[in-house]
Structure formats: C-alpha cells, structure tokens
C-alpha cells in the first residue's frame, strides 16, 4: 500500500483574462510540487494573496475560469485507486465526498441558505452511503452528536444557526462519510478565537478517530503550530520551504518562513516585532530570480537573477540560494 | 470617457453594432432639418407610391415621402424620449442619492414613496391624465408625466450605489472637511453614480420611446407633430395594412425596432463594461 | 420574532399607503376633467334624434341630479373614499344607472384570466430559458433563444400584437382575432367554450408573453451567473451533488426569490400591457373598458378602473409579498 | 431535453388551437340563416331599457330590431315612398290649430309574450315617461302634452299645451324616434329607470335570442308570430334571415379581415380605402350603395367647417367667404374620401330628397350668385366640380366613372365654390384686414390665426378633411392648427369652446323636405351667452332676424304643406349669402355589405333602406334579403 494519498507535481495554475484587448496573465500557482501521506495533517501557511487559496483550489479541483491549470497534474490515491483531478473528472466526481471532501473558506455560506440543513447531508452524503433512509439518518445523527451537535439542527436552516455551529456543521458535513482525504481553505477565519480552538480540536479529533489525511490552508501561522504535522510555506504562487513543523518553527530555513514566524508573539517577549518591507508581489508581473528578494534582508545578486530551486535539505525542502544562513530572528 | 468609447468600440462588438446602429438611426434623424417638404404638409406627392427610385421607401396616403417623414418623425420621438430620460434621471438621481447618503428615516420615507410609485400601474394613470388634460397635452406635457412614473427603479439602483459609498474612506474625509451634503454628493458620489446613471438611460429611452408609441397610435397625443406613433396612428385611420400600404406602417416598425435594438446593446455592454457581475440588467424601468 | 412581524408590518403600511396615495391621486386629477358628464351623456343622447332646445334644457337639469355631481370637491372626495371602500363607484355616465363597479367586475375575470396565464407563462418561461441559459452559458440553443426574447423585450405590446394579428388573423387565418369567446356559447366548463377561450386568449396571451418574457430572461440570466459563483453552489460542486439537483435546488431556487419581488413590483407595468394588448384584440377585460370610457368621456368609469386597477395591483403586490416568506425562510424565521 | 419537451408542450397546445377556421362560426346557428352585422362594443350588456338613458348600445339590434313607434321615414327615400306607416294606420291629424293629434292605430299587432299592443300601451308611454324626469323623452312630453287619451283601444288624442305642427316627429323614425312601451311589463317595475328590462319583450318581428354578458355580440332571432307585427303584416313571405347577430368586429382593420373571411355581412363604416380593398380583393361577393366607385352612401347630415359666431374673428361675412375661397374642395375631397364625397354647396344634405327638392331646382340660382369682393363683383359657384373631381379619380377607377353630367354629380355632388385665393384676399382686405408678408393680420393687428377642432378617431374622414383645410389656409397667411378633441367634441361644440371646427350642425329627414329637424333649434330663442351650453344643432350660434322670420313661419305650416320647400329654399339662400358654415359634403359612410350569404341590399338604385345598420330603418333591409342560393351550406339545408 502506497502511503502517499495525494501527489502534485509541477502544477502550474493561472489567471488568464483577456480584458479589453489587454491578455493578462496571474501566475496564481506557478510550478508546485507536494505529497500528502496518509494521516497526515498538512498545513500550507503564506501571507493574503500569497496564491496559498488558488493552490488548495487547484488541488481540489475546484477552480473556474479565468483560473486554469496549464500545466502538471494532481494525483489522489484512494484505496490503490489513482485518480487525476484534471485528466479524469467524470471519476474524481464519483470519488468526492467518498474519498475527499472538502471543507470551504468562510464556511457561513457554503450551506444554502433557503433549504433545511439536513437536505445538504442528503444530497452530498446519502448516494455515497449505501444506506436505507432510516439508517442513513440514524448515522448522521450520530456522527451530529459525536461531533457535539444537537441532531435538531438538522431541522434548521442556516441562518438561524451561530457561527460555531455552522463550521462544526460543515466539519460533520465534510466527514460523515469518513473520507480518506478532507480539504480544508481557512477553516477557522472568520471564527473567534474561542471558537477557533474547539473547532481545531475537533478537526484534530476527527481526523485521528478516521486516519484520514487533512490539507488546509490558513494565513494563521499559530493554527498550524496547533494541528499540521507538517507545513508547506507559499510565496507569490511558489513552495518556498516544506518540513515537518516542529522543524520549521524551530529553523526556518527559507528568510521569508523565518519572518512569518518571527511575527508571532509570544509569551513573555516584550520585543518589538520588525515588519517586513514592502508587499508581496502583483503577480501579473513577478520580480525576476527570486520572487521574495526585493524583500529579502539576505538577498545577494543571485537571487536577482536565478530562481531556486526547490531542494531537499534536512528534514524538509527549501527554495533559497542562502538556505542554512537563516536564523529565526 | 473618450478613451472609454474607443475601447467599447474596438473590443465589443455589442457595443459596436448598438453604436452604428443608434448613430446611424440618429443621422438619419438629423437629415429631416434638410427635407425637401415641410413635415407637417399633406397631399403634396402623388399618394400610395411604393417603394421606388424617385421614393425610395414610398408615400402615404396623405401625400407624404415615407422616408422623410420617418426621419422627422424619429427626430421628435426621440426628443420626447430623451426629455423623459433626462428629467427622470435628475428625479431618480437627486432621491436615489439624497435617500443612499442621508439613510435612516430620510432613507425609509423616500424609499416608501418610491416604491409606492412602483406599484402603482403606469399606463392607466397617463390614460387618466391625458383624460384630463385633453388637447392641454402637448408632448412636453406628457413627457413630464412620464418622466415623474419613470424614475423609481432606477432611484433605488442609485440608493444602493450611494448606500455603499456612504461608509467608503473618502466619504468619511470630506465629511471632516467640512463639506456640505449637496457637495459631497455632487463632487464625491456622483462620478461613482455616472455609469449606474448612463445604463438606466438607455433602458428608460427605450421604455419612454415604447410609451410614446403606444399614446400615439391610440390617438392620445398631438396628431399634428410627426412621431413614430403618430405614422402609425395615421396608418390606421387609412387602414393602410388593409389597403397594402405596407410601406407606411413597416418602414416605422423597422426603424423603431432597429433604435431599441441598438440603444438595448449599449444598455448590455455598457452595463458589462461597468459591472461584470451585475443584477441591474432587470431594472429597465 | 423581530423580523417576520417588522416585515408583515412595513409590507402592510405599503400596501395601505399604495391605496391612499393611488386612489387620492387619480380622484383629484379626475375631478380637474374638462368633460361634463351631463353634456356628454346629452350629446350622447341628442346626437340622433330631433330634439326641442327646451327639453334638452329640462333633460339636463335632470340628468344632474341623477348623476350626484353636487356639493364641494371636498364632500365629493369624502363621499367618493365612502364608496371605494363599500366597492362602489357610483353609476356609470356612459351606461346610466349600470353601476361602475358591476362594469368593473364583468370585465374584471377576463383581464385577471388573461394576466395570470400569460404572466405564469412569461414568469416560468422567462426564468427557466434564463436560468437555463446563465448556468449552461455556452449552449447554442439556449444563446439563440436568448437573442429572440432579448431582442423582443423592447418593442412595445401594440406593435408586437398588430404584427401577430396581421400574421395569423389575416395573411393566414388561423386565430380568432376578436373578442374573448365564441358567439352563442354559453359559458361553462364545457370542453367547447375552454377551447374557444384558448383559441381567443392565444394572441392576446402570446402578444404579452413575447413582449415580457425578455426582462425575466435577461435578469434571471445575470441572478444565475452571480449566484454559480456563490460558495453554496461552488460548495456542492465541490460535493458532487448532480448537476441537475444543483441547478434546481441551489441555483435556480435561489435565483427565484429577487425574481419574485420582481414580479410584485412588476405587476404595474405588465397590466399597462394588458390595456393595450385588451384594446387591440377587442378582449372584454377590464383594459378595454378603461379605453372606452376614455373614449366616451366616461369619468366615473375611468376613475373606477383607474382605482381599482391600483387595488387589484396593490393587493397582488401584497399577496406576492405573503407569499414570499413561505418560500424565503430568512424572511420567514428571522 | 427540458427544452424539446417544452417544444413539444407548445405544439400540443398550439395543435389544440388550430382547428378554429373548421368550426361553426357561431355555436349552434347556421351560418346561411344568420345576418352578421357590425354591431357596438356594450359595456352593459344586460341593459335592454331603451326609454331610460342606459349606455348609448341600443343600436345593438335593440332598437332595429324590437322596437317600433307609429311612423318611419326613410331617409334615403324621396316623395311618399319615403314614408311609413308603422304602428300608426295613417299619418297624422292635427286640429286646425295644431293643438291636438289624433292617431289611429293598426289592429292585430302583438308584443312577443303574446299580449296585444293597443292604444293604452301609448299612454303608458307618454304618461310614464312625463313622471319620471330623466327618461329619454320625458322632456319633449312634458313641454308638449297637455294630456293623452285612448278614445278606444285602437285610437291615440294627444292635447297639446301649445300649437305644434311638428308634433308628429317625436313619434318618427329617422335614426331613432319615442318608442312605445309594453305597459303590461313596466307597470310591474317599481323603479322605470333602474329597470333592466332584460330579456325585452319586442314590438317587432324579432326577438332576442342571446347576448354576451361581456358586451361583444347579441343574436337575435326572427318571432314564430313575426306576421303579428307591423312590419310582418305587410310582407308577402317570411323572412329569409333567420337570425340576425349583432356583433363588435373590433377596428376598421379587423372589421375588414372579418368580411373577407365571410364573418361579417354588414359593415356600419370604415375608411375609404378598407373600402377599396373589399372591393379590389372580394369584388365578387360584395355590393355598395354605389355598385362602384365612390361605393360611399350619404347619410343625411352635412360635415361643415362651422364658425363660433361668437368669436370676433368670424362675425364678419367677408371673412368666412374669403375662407371658403381658400378652399381647393377638391383636394378636401380627394384627401378625406379619396374623392368619394358628395358635395354640398348649400346647407342641405345633398341626399335623399334634397336632391330633386332643392338641389336640382337651385342649380340655376347658384349659377349666378355673385358676391362683391370690395374690388369687384364675382360669380363664385363652380357647376363643374363633379367633372373635375372625376377627372382626378379616372386614372385609377376607369369605367367606374361614367361621362354623364347627372350621373356624376350624383356621385360627387352638383358643385362648389371655386378656389379664388384673389377674391379672398379682396374680401379680406374689404374686411380690414391687412397681409404682412405671408401672414394676414386682423384689424386689430394681431395675427389671423385658427384652431381648427376635429373630433378625431370616432370620424377620422372629418378628422383628415380638418388637416387639409388647416394647410390650405396656413399656406394662404391664415395659420390653422389642427385640434383633436376626441369625446370632448360634443361638449365643447355646445358650451361654445372653439374657434372653427368641422362637424355638422345639420341634419334633415333625409327622406323629407321640412328642414324644422334641425331648423327649429336655430331660433335665436336658443341662443345662450359664451360659455354657457347652446342646445343642440346651432352649435356655431348663428343669428339673424331673417332666419327667425323663416323658422317663425315654418311653424305654422303643415308638415306636408308645398310651402315647406318654399321656406326651406328662403333659408338655404340665406345662408348662401352669410356663408354662416361652410357646408362641405354629404356624411359619407362606407359601409360594405357581403353577399356570400344574402342579397339584396339596399343601393343608390333600389334605396328602400338606410343602409348604416345603427338606424333603426335597417329593420326594412334584414326583412328584405334574399338568402343567396349559392352560399357555402345552401344546398345542404335544402
């Protein structure tokens, strides 16, 4: 058995728009490569529109024009069954909620707000189950209860529901066929922190309790610290650096990690945090050779010029022609 | 806004064809100031003529060269349409803006009366005022009554823009600089609103050219003053279909079909160019 | 407990305040009518017959007393708001003693008959092709469609209903043209007199179908092109819910509901149609009588019609805007 | 496949809908047993009480077809022919004085219930219609009868309160006259004006069969007792058409279309050139008044531009003759009936018996008729009008049109005045008027101008000629504006509220030389102060103390008396001089008949009827068609 779940190599994804007269191209996934193993929990961190979103849309197939994949493919494995999202997605739609659900970027409005909750658990979930009416029911009242809701809200509609309960309702939604592999954009952002911490804790849980392999996104480098065994690092469409995030957090060895993770308070450093110059890039037109020099405290007169590649060193990967120089500042 | 147009042209073709179209409705309009006969004169050409050479679109019963008469009859039927447009616009604009920006109970009682009006059936309520006017009716008349039933959706479309620059930055700085209500609105909003405003036009003319059409073949107008709906209306009384004249009755229907064709493509590409995921295509008023 | 109570309450104000300012409005510009009803219904009555000058003289006073034109504007206003409320808009001057209101609900049936077919006929029809066309944007068919209805829209009803007249009354004479039944059938629910009703109702029915159908197209397509794009449906695309189920229920379903308010706000200038379209093919609704009336310089029966086509909006208004909780739970349920 | 199910739902339906032209045209009646005639959109349509006023849809068949009084004129009719006795068994006797009128009534006539009609039906009539003010003859009774009495069942007195050698006319038929109620049906109504009186009990030889409740059609069907009437006991057989259906056809388009699909037997009126189509496209299954061009048939009232004689602008004779020399009548002629007018140039119908009463004979006055211009003396009448106008048509009707003088001003009249734009202006300037560039000013220096009131859509052909005048005088310095008064036109033209408009305010019997039909109300009597409403008829509120003189003495005459044309010439003279009104043209109405089904429709040669089917006189044409035994189904019912 292949301990690999999801394969992505060389995927490229643009924006191409043709806008009165003007072809503009947004190189929003430019050249990624990553493997998910099973029951694992990767986390990919950047800043806002770092390209973090289009890359989690990318891998789960969910882009629409003027996004498209223009090169490279992802691959999922699901019980020794390959399936290509872009080469064969008459399969891959059989395969979604079954084997990979999907877990949405500000989750207030991925229920439809004018029908019962309970018709979203029966049109995604009831067909890939098997099962009678009755029991069908019976498991998603359990798989309600086991996650800490009440079986009632079934009988609601979105919008009488709180915040919290309609990510944990998402979360039961994207799990109650016990998927091998659960995509999840930002699934805590726009939660309070309270209610941030429950809901990390049950994804944990319900990722444990099913072995399945989770890959989410979130600009929130302390969400990753708390549930990602391992983190991939995006900057402008690119992995710049890739480890386990023990590893990560504690050597940083791309100068762009360190920074993110530099930011982060902690307790009882009253250091001022030095801000990062200057923004990430307009895409549409991408600095030479390194994509972070302009901002990079390291940057020397190669990563003007030469982009690096992304190579194996240590535990992880890393993309930067002064990896090994970085210390967490 | 030149640069604008010139874009629009080069890379819509929606634009285009509603362009040519309405510029080439619109000369043919103009060319009346040069028409070899009087307008309004009757039974100066051989009556009945088709179609031909020296007529080149016919004559009518009455006497009249179809093509000339259409191209005066154009002329004023888009006069009373834009005299509609306009005067609507500055209701529509001036409560659309005053309710979005002064909100609360302001917002509530404008918002009702507008859509008081809404609800209320336009057409029997200029059939009851032209009831009462009678031949006091002249166009300008009418073009005011039409323009007072003919602003309410759009004043609402203005709301919402409006609604949504009120807690933009730039509102809350002008505010801090002291100026006035009137001047935020005329300086700082209504560039914003300027494209809203250019879309309802186009759909607004089309919807008043359609009333003075439809006035106009009933005979609830000026019979004097050549107007599209007046042709038809003189068609009629000849029973010129009847009678085979299909020439006095087609020619008009045509040319009015190829105008709201063409103002209807500007309406859509301008609308597209504006706001690509738009839901104002429906407000036509 | 908020919302649904606050909405019922604002509708509720709105429908009254339609009322008030509709009826208050058409009254007093009626009442600024250069017409005398008396010298119209003399004129109407002297036109053929010899008459002695001096009788006309005793025939007018009469008529004045019978036509219950006294007393200040004032009076006549509160008198008139004692009638619209007991539905009775007082005889009317063209049809002497007939009242109004009797005229009003013979014609009445036919106008809503042909207004509720055609209407659900345009709603459904116009939104489905919409839909349709917003969610499969590349389909020939659905574009071809599309550029008809579109282009259709904004012609006025008279001159899309002359041309289908011409064509299928007199170049090929296959439709009735006039009037709203057979001649001698008696009206039932016999098999004949449903089909002559829809043998008359077609062209009138088709005029406005072809003429509204486009607005609903047109913003329907824009509704469903927004709402592809809406996280519930990218959510259940993602879900590999059928497409089918997510066109009718997370697309088209959605869409429906600002298209139904559109529909009540609608409903003012679809009856401005069905005036026309009623004159033009002869149909004995409520369109037809308010042109007559105008015709004949019949005051108190275009001021029935008037108001009681601002009622009869007013109240489907209202009746859409019950409506619409059942359908939107939001409204509904707070 | 949503789509082609939907395709395949619209083909069902449309499948459905189609087989329309199969069916029987009417439910349940058979098409060659039923005349279709152009009847009025009835907005009540339960309304059948023709003595209150109740919505002006009487002409439904209601009156044609039910109702009857004593006399009948006809109006297309000259001499005695013209004349009917109807419920009344001889004319009218008056005492000496003219205050008492005795009728003896026909015996044997029945209503439709079974009841006898009798003289004390006629007293119900009179009796209840004084009672009730509001009724539509209650005035004229009220001012003339003093009492009326049934000497026996078959005889009428009427005492009047004053002489009035005219009397008689309440009770004649031209259009309309007082009907005779059936006493045994509204003594039992508690209120005679709110009473419906639906279905009508009918006094002639039809009865209602249906109607539609929303006012489209009404069917009426020919009585089992029809010869128990008094128009049934003079014919010789019974009526071929079976059934006459009164129906709305929509506009003048769809009333066309309707005749050509054989849908509508008789058109009441519709533009000259719906007209030409019938007869280009059904010639053969049509017929006219006239056979061929001009088609039209006149009725008798006499369209004219009428001047408010109140308004200062035309109180001077010399202007409004400087504006009829303006005139080009042929081009008025050729623009409103496409030439099919018949010109009047006196101020008398030119139909029925004007004709040979007074047309004919005055053609010799006319001739030399002069007029000083103030420069000059000229003779303005042109005899050869009818010519020229035929000359115009020629092209286009060819063998219509025949060569001789007579049977031309027939057609279009025996002539008119000549266009004399010199003339004109010398009488302008005679007037005081002074011309500045191309505009004329009035003495008073302020320009010449006039609004012309035209009523509109209900008489387009007036309509038309109303733009062509407004031209002709704007291009001679006199601006005219065109106004569309619509329903407004009847109460505007009495309560004075217009300059010049082109209506008529003559209307005679048509079948009968006393002109007292419209003369009568041109007493200055009658005329009212601006702004206040002037009854009926002297809309323009002409005065003068000769014209007084005439109708003064026409009072005294008898109906029948040879004086009556004596008088009737006085005035028409007069009025030639004062041009008070320019009379223009016969009211012509185009009103085709089909003959697919029937035959035997009045026409200018054999005009035993009107033929406008709102007159009550058509009862005379529905009894007289012959089914026609080529008619599709003919055969088959034999």
Avoid at chain 1, 195 to 202: E, G, K, M, R
Avoid at chain 3, 286 to 302: A, E, N, P, T
Wanted: charged content about 15%; glycine content about 8%; overall charge negative.
């Amino acid at each position: 058995m292949n301990a690999d779940v999801l394969k992505v190599e060389g995927l490229k994804a643009y924006y191409q728009m043709n806008y009165f007269g003007v072809r503009r191209e947004v190189r929003a996934v430019d050249d990624v490569s990553l493997t998910i193993r099973r029951n694992e929990i990767y986390g990919i961190a950047g800043e806002s529109s770092s390209g973090k979103s289009s890359l989690i849309k990318t891998i789960a197939g969910a882009i629409t024009p003027p996004l498209r994949v223009v090169d490279g493919s992802v691959k999922f494995d699901f019980d020794g069954r390959t399936l290509d999202v872009y080469a064969e997605p008459q399969a891959m739609k059989g395969a979604r909620w079954q084997n990979l659900s999907y877990i949405m970027q500000g989750s207030m409005n991925v229920l439809n707000p004018v029908r019962k909750v309970k018709h979203a658990f029966h049109d995604f979930a009831f067909k890939h189950m098997g099962l009678s009416e009755r029991d069908f029911w019976a498991k998603v009242e359990q798989h309600l209860q086991r996650i800490g809701l009440d079986p009632r809200v079934l009988e609601s509609y979105p919008h009488q529901l709180s915040g919290g309960m309609r990510q944990r309702l998402t979360i039961a939604l994207a799990t109650v066929c016990e998927p091998d592999f659960i995509i999840a954009d930002e699934p805590t952002t726009a939660l309070d922190v309270l209610v941030q911490q429950d809901v990390l804790a049950l994804i944990k849980d319900v990722q444990r309790r099913m072995g399945a392999s989770i890959i989410f996104v979130t600009h929130d480098m302390t969400v990753h610290a708390a549930i990602a065994d391992r983190i991939g690092i995006v900057y402008a469409g690119r992995l710049v650096e890739e480890g386990p995030t023990l590893d990560v957090f504690r050597r940083p060895q791309h100068p762009y990690t360190a920074h993110l993770i530099g930011s982060l308070p902690r307790i009882g450093d009253s250091r001022k945090r030095s801000a990062l110059p200057g923004k990430p890039p307009n895409l549409a037109d991408p600095p030479s050779g390194c994509r972070f020099h302009p901002r990079c405290p390291l940057a020397i007169d190669k990563c003007k010029t030469d982009n690096p590649a992304l190579l194996p060193r240590q535990t992880g990967r890393v993309a930067c022609w002064r990896a090994g120089e970085v210390e967490a500042a | 806004m030149f640069k604008i147009l010139r874009d629009l042209l080069r890379y819509n073709i929606e634009f285009t064809i509603g362009f040519v179209l309405t510029l080439a409705i619109f000369l043919f309009a103009l060319a009346h100031f040069w028409a070899p006969l009087p307008a309004e004169a009757i039974y100066l050409l051989p009556p009945d003529m088709p179609p031909s050479a020296q007529y080149w679109l016919g004559t009518t019963s009455r006497g009249q060269d179809v093509l000339w008469q259409m191209s005066a009859a154009i002329w004023n039927t888009m006069l009373f349409g834009l005299t509609v447009t306009i005067l609507s616009r500055l209701l529509a604009v001036a409560v659309g803006m005053l309710s979005g920006y002064l909100g609360g109970k302001w917002d509530q009682i404008l918002m009702t009366i507008n859509d008081t009006m809404i609800a209320l059936p336009n057409i029997p309520i200029l059939l009851l005022v032209y009831f009462v006017m009678r031949d006091s009716m002249s166009w300008p008349v009418l073009a005011a009554t039409a323009a007072l039933l003919g602003w309410n959706y759009d004043a609402r479309l203005i709301r919402s823009v409006t609604l949504s620059l009120r807690n933009r930055e730039f509102t809350r700085h002008a505010v801090f600089a002291g100026m006035s209500v009137p001047q935020i609105l005329m300086r700082q909003h209504l560039p914003y609103v300027m494209p809203v405003i250019f879309f309802t036009a186009m759909n607004n003319l089309i919807w008043a050219i359609g009333l003075e059409v439809t006035l106009s073949v009933l005979g609830f107008s000026d019979i004097n003053r050549p107007t599209i709906g007046g042709m038809i209306y003189w068609a009629n009384q000849h029973q010129a279909i009847i009678a085979g004249i299909w020439w006095w009755i087609a020619f008009p229907i045509i040319a009015i079909v190829l105008l709201f064709l063409g103002l209807f493509l500007l309406a859509i590409s301008v609308n597209e160019y504006i706001d690509p995921r738009s839901r104002l295509s429906r407000m036509g008023a | 407990m908020d919302g649904f109570p606050k909405y019922l309450l604002r509708r509720l104000l709105q429908f009254f305040l339609v009322i008030f300012l509709g009826v208050s409005g058409t009254f007093f510009i009626t009442k600024l009518s250069p017409v005398d009803p008396v010298e119209q219904s003399l004129s109407l009555m002297t036109n053929f017959g010899a008459t002695d000058p001096r009788a006309v003289e005793l025939m007018r006073q009469a008529l004045a007393e019978l036509y219950g034109l006294q007393g200040s504007i004032f009076e006549q206003y509160l008198a008139f708001w004692g009638r619209v409320l007991r539905g009775d808009f007082g005889p009317s001057l063209s049809s002497f003693p007939t009242p109004v209101m009797s005229l009003i609900m013979s014609a009445l049936p036919w106008t809503v008959g042909l207004l509720t077919l055609a209407l659900i006929i345009t709603w459904t029809l116009g939104n489905l092709l919409g839909a349709l066309a917003g969610y499969y944007r590349t389909n020939t068919l659905l574009k071809l469609s599309g550029a008809v209805v579109m282009a259709l829209h904004p012609v006025p009803a008279y001159i899309v209903g002359l041309v289908l007249l011409l064509v299928f009354g007199f170049i090929f004479p296959v439709l009735p043209i006039s009037g709203g039944a057979q001649m001698n059938l008696q009206p039932g629910l016999s098999l004949d007199y449903i089909r002559s009703l829809i043998q008359h109702g077609t062209l009138p029915a088709l005029t406005l179908v072809l003429v509204g159908i486009g607005s609903w197209f047109i913003s329907m397509r824009s509704l469903v092109s927004n709402i592809v794009t809406d996280d519930h449906v990218v959510y259940a695309e993602l879900g590999g819910v059928s497409s089918g189920k997510i066109f009718s229920q997370y697309v088209a379903r959605n869409a429906l509901l600002p298209q139904l308010t559109g529909l009540a706000l609608s409903l003012g200038s679809v009856f401005g149609g069905a005036v026309i379209t009623e004159f033009l093919y002869n149909y004995p609704g409520v369109g037809r009588l308010l042109i007559q009336g105008i015709y004949r310089g019949d005051y108190s029966l275009v001021l029935g019609v008037t108001t009681m086509s601002i009622v009869a909006v007013a109240v489907a208004v209202f009746i859409i805007d019950l409506i619409y909780p059942l359908i939107d739970p939001r409204v509904r349920l707070g | 496949m949503l789509i082609k199910k939907l395709a395949a739902a619209a083909l069902a339906i449309a499948a459905s809908v189609m087989p329309a032209a199969a069916q029987d045209f009417i439910a349940g009646i058979p098409r060659n047993e039923a005349l279709i005639i152009q009847g009025p959109a009835a907005q009540n349509a339960e309304w059948f009480n023709l003595w209150a006023p109740g919505g002006g849809a009487s002409n439904n068949g209601l009156q044609q077809l039910t109702a009857d009084t004593f006399w009948f004129v006809n109006p297309e009719g000259t001499g005695d022919a013209a004349w009917t006795n109807a419920l009344a068994a001889d004319r009218p006797q008056y005492n000496d004085d003219f205050t008492e009128m005795t009728v003896p009534l026909k015996q044997g006539i029945y209503w439709s219930d079974g009841v006898e009609f009798t003289a004390e039906d006629v007293v119900y009539t009179v009796e209840t219609q004084i009672a009730n003010p509001g009724m539509n003859w209650s005035a004229p009774f009220t001012i003339n009868v003093d009492s009326v009495e049934a000497t026996d069942p078959y005889t009428v007195v009427f005492n009047l309160k004053e002489p009035n050698s005219r009397f008689h006319t309440l009770f004649t038929v031209r259009w309309n006259a007082a009907w005779i109620m059936p006493k045994h049906v509204f003594e039992t109504v508690d209120d005679p004006l709110t009473y419906a009186n639906n279905p009508p009990v009918s006094l002639s030889a039809y009865e209602m069969h249906s109607y539609d409740s929303a006012g489209n059609w009404v069917i009426w069907k020919l009585r089992e007792d029809w010869e128990r009437t008094s128009i049934g006991m003079d014919l010789e057989s019974e009526p071929d058409v079976k059934y006459v259906v009164y129906r709305n056809a929509g506009n003048p388009d769809a009333r066309v279309i309707e005749q050509m699909n054989h849908n509508l037997d008789v058109i009441n009126d519709i533009a000259p050139e719906g007209m030409f189509t019938i007869a280009r496209d059904a010639g053969e299954n049509s017929a006219y008044w006239f056979p061929g061009y001009p088609f039209a048939h006149p009725d008798p009232t006499l369209p004219s531009v009428l001047f408010n004689h109140q308004n200062s602008k035309f109180q001077d004779k010399d202007v409004r003759w400087a504006l009829a020399l303006m005139i080009d009548i042929r081009a008025v002629a050729m623009g409103s009936y496409r030439g099919a007018a018949n010109l009047a140039a006196l101020s008398v119908p030119p139909t029925g018996t004007a004709v040979v009463d007074y047309y004919e004979p005055m053609q010799e006055w006319l001739t030399s008729f002069e007029i000083d211009t103030g420069a000059r003396t000229i003779a303005p009448y042109d005899p050869t009008v009818a010519q020229q106008i035929a000359a115009l048509v020629k092209p286009q009707w060819g063998d219509d049109i025949p060569d001789d003088p007579a049977q031309l001003a027939a057609m279009f009249g025996h002539g008119w005045w000549k266009q004399d734009i010199e003339a004109a202006n010398e009488l302008l300037e005679k007037a005081g008027l002074t011309k500045n560039g191309n505009q004329w000013l009035l003495p008073d220096g302020t320009p010449f101008t006039i609004r012309l009131m035209v009523e509109g859509d209900a008489i387009p052909t007036l309509a038309r000629a109303g733009t062509i005048l407004a031209q002709q005088w704007s291009m001679q310095g006199i601006q005219t504006t065109v106004d569309v008064a619509g329903p407004t036109n009847g109460q505007r033209l009495g309560a004075g509220d217009f300059e010049a408009a082109v209506y008529w305010t003559v209307e005679t019997w048509g079948g009968h030389p006393d002109l007292s039909f419209f003369l009568e109300s041109y007493h200055s009597d009658f005329i009212v102060e601006p702004g206040a409403v002037q009854p009926p008829r002297n809309l323009q509120r002409w005065q003068d103390e000769r014209l007084d003189a005439i109708i003064e003495e026409n009072r005294t005459v008898s109906f029948d008396s040879p004086e009556v044309v004596q008088l009737g010439m006085d005035y028409l003279k007069l009025a030639v001089e004062e041009m008070p009104f320019i009379p223009l043209m016969a009211y012509n109405k185009f009103a085709p008949f089909d003959t697919t089904y029937w035959t035997g429709y009045p026409s200018a040669e054999n005009p035993y009827s009107a033929s406008g089917p709102f007159w009550s006189n058509t009862r005379y044409m529905v009894v007289n068609l012959e089914a026609n035994p080529n008619a599709p189904g003919a055969q088959a019912a034999q």
